[in-house]
């Protein structure tokens, strides 16, 4: 019965997270002045979200562990779960060249992007590199990577990478515009402002892979872990593409676009080198 439990705890995570998801992508298709270089970063980690909602709605738990859909899943969930990840790690890259460096970064959109799928697809088949197909089993609700020693270093070991490079990008960019803010003291509202939206995001892959991070690290290292908080980190790391909606999908400019008002401001662009750029508000 708890495995019923984990997919259905999986589903109603992986139900807000698509509709958060098509709510940014809706947006950005329907209205042009948030077709820039950052919202489309944004569109992109909504449409691999989307991706993963639909892989974990893919109900394998009562199958077998070497079925052709259970490894399917588990290749697919390793895909756009760890693309999902690295592609944060983009935007916030993207974020630092707009912001400090004041350059353009639209055309290294499809490059970033191909890099990000090739890693991924690329760690998704480390697991069946002895053709072993045991190497995949039903984990709870789902179908993943078996070897513990292989789900730490495929997916949770970039993940923290990733939150501290993450990190010291947005201490950055912080540290900058309080300095531009400084300059410009008509700034000193937005800044505020831009540094608690900042203060977000690092934060917000933390709160998602936090539970099963601590999970699979004790698993790692061979500590016993209850079933319960394995349900609990399963639900929150589906709950990434609905963080991300409301992290980068509720600002400032989303709201005025669906209020008819001006996206972009005067003061809004002198943080940003675009006035299609990163949206802070």
């Not at 947005?170 to 505020?192: A, C, Q, T, V, W």
Request: glycine residues 6%; contains cysteine; hydrophobic residues 50%.
């Amino acid at each position: 019965m708890t495995i019923v439990h984990a997919y259905i705890a999986v589903a109603i995570s992986s139900g807000l997270s698509f509709l958060g998801c098509t709510f940014i992508i809706s947006v950005y298709y329907k209205y042009k002045q948030l077709q820039g270089p950052a919202y489309k970063l944004i569109s992109i980690l909504s449409i691999i979200d989307i991706f993963r909602c639909f892989v974990f709605l893919i109900p394998t738990y009562g199958g077998a562990g070497d079925s052709p859909l259970c490894i399917c899943q588990a290749i697919a969930i390793t895909i756009f779960t760890l693309a999902s990840i690295l592609w944060t790690s983009v935007i916030s890259i993207f974020l630092y060249i707009t912001v400090v460096k004041k350059k353009i970064y639209e055309k290294q959109i499809p490059l970033a992007l191909g890099i990000c799928i090739l890693i991924s697809l690329l760690a998704s088949f480390i697991p069946l590199i002895n053709d072993d197909f045991d190497e995949y089993a039903i984990s709870m609700g789902w179908c993943w990577i078996k070897n513990k020693d292989l789900k730490f270093f495929i997916l949770y070991f970039p993940l923290w990478i990733v939150v501290i490079l993450n990190t010291t990008i947005y201490m950055i960019l912080i540290k900058h515009i309080r300095f531009e803010s400084h300059l410009h003291p008509e700034l000193h509202d937005l800044g505020l402002s831009v540094i608690r939206k900042l203060r977000m995001y690092p934060v917000l892959l933390i709160v998602s892979f936090l539970p099963a991070g601590i999970l699979r690290s004790m698993q790692f290292f061979g500590a016993s872990t209850s079933e319960n908080f394995l349900i609990v980190a399963g639900a929150f790391a589906c709950l990434n593409g609905f963080f991300n909606a409301i992290v980068y999908g509720c600002t400032q400019n989303v709201r005025f676009a669906l209020t008819g008002r001006n996206v972009i401001n005067s003061k809004e662009s002198l943080l940003s080198n675009s006035s299609k750029g990163i949206s802070f508000g």
